[in-house]
């Protein structure tokens, strides 16, 4: 028996793995995220048990987790986007190493690779950015120390911004000094499901076309200048002069 910790992906049901996929339709027992998981993603299983956990606590799924062990019947535990970015999944291995059950996390395509294909972007760009920051905007839960949003503004890299969207007018002033007034930002709703939505805009501006699609949530905000590069260099993967392993080229 083994708990399979599955990414779905952002919404769209074909935007899963196909290892995803298939752990779905074999599992006898589902638990899934049905507040951010689409129905559709279950479709074609075969499953003798299907729970929706979006009302459960951590307490009531370890005891469908422990009761599916004790069966000896594989759990196909379903998450959103990818469950090692915000899927609360931690404190749910925790309780499973103590209490002996064998699990296997399953990646998924993160809400942010979404965003990044909808805006038709790359998030790395020769001498525009080479990094990218995933993080969320703390609130009730305070972010660690050196993580605050302005700490690593400074780093003036690609930002994925969770769970800020009802907080971007604070945003906007913690990002303003170290990115600059021009600088482009989206914000994008519901990535890949059928009503998705998004904004581009500067971070002049983002907040007046923001409050005019009246987004409030489930909302991923991306800054930084590759969201409108301008001119910039091309990388030497494919650069006909640049020579390695695939490409020795010849005398």
């Not at 279950?42 to 062990?69: D, K």
């Not at 972010?143 to 800020?164: C, F, K, N, S, V």
Request: with cysteine; proline share 6%; aromatic share 6%.
């Amino acid at each position: 028996m083994t708990v399979y910790f599955i990414g779905a992906g952002p919404g769209d049901p074909e935007l899963i793995t196909v290892k995803g996929q298939r752990l779905i339709r074999s599992c006898p027992v589902i638990l899934y995220a049905g507040s951010l998981v689409p129905e559709a993603v279950l479709q074609g299983h075969s499953a003798q048990q299907v729970v929706n956990t979006a009302e459960l606590n951590l307490g009531e799924i370890i005891t469908l987790l422990q009761e599916a062990h004790e069966r000896d019947l594989d759990v196909a535990r379903v998450h959103s986007g990818d469950p090692s970015l915000y899927g609360a999944i931690g404190e749910q291995i925790r309780e499973l190493r103590a209490l002996g059950i064998p699990f296997e996390i399953i990646p998924g395509v993160t809400a942010t690779a979404a965003c990044a294909a909808l805006l038709e972007s790359e998030l790395t760009l020769p001498g525009i950015a080479q990094t990218v920051i995933l993080t969320r905007y703390g609130t009730t839960s305070p972010m660690p120390e050196g993580e605050q949003l302005h700490d690593l503004a400074r780093h003036r890299a690609t930002l994925a911004i969770h769970l800020g969207v009802r907080h971007l007018p604070a945003i906007v002033d913690e990002l303003l000094p170290h990115y600059g007034a021009n600088c482009p930002i989206a914000v994008i709703h519901r990535a890949s499901w059928p009503d998705q939505d998004w904004v581009l805009g500067t971070l002049t501006d983002i907040e007046e076309r923001v409050a005019a699609k009246d987004f409030r949530r489930t909302a991923l905000i991306l800054v930084g200048h590759v969201l409108d590069p301008g001119a910039f260099a091309e990388s030497a993967l494919y650069d006909a002069t640049h020579r390695h392993l695939y490409r020795p080229g010849h005398d």
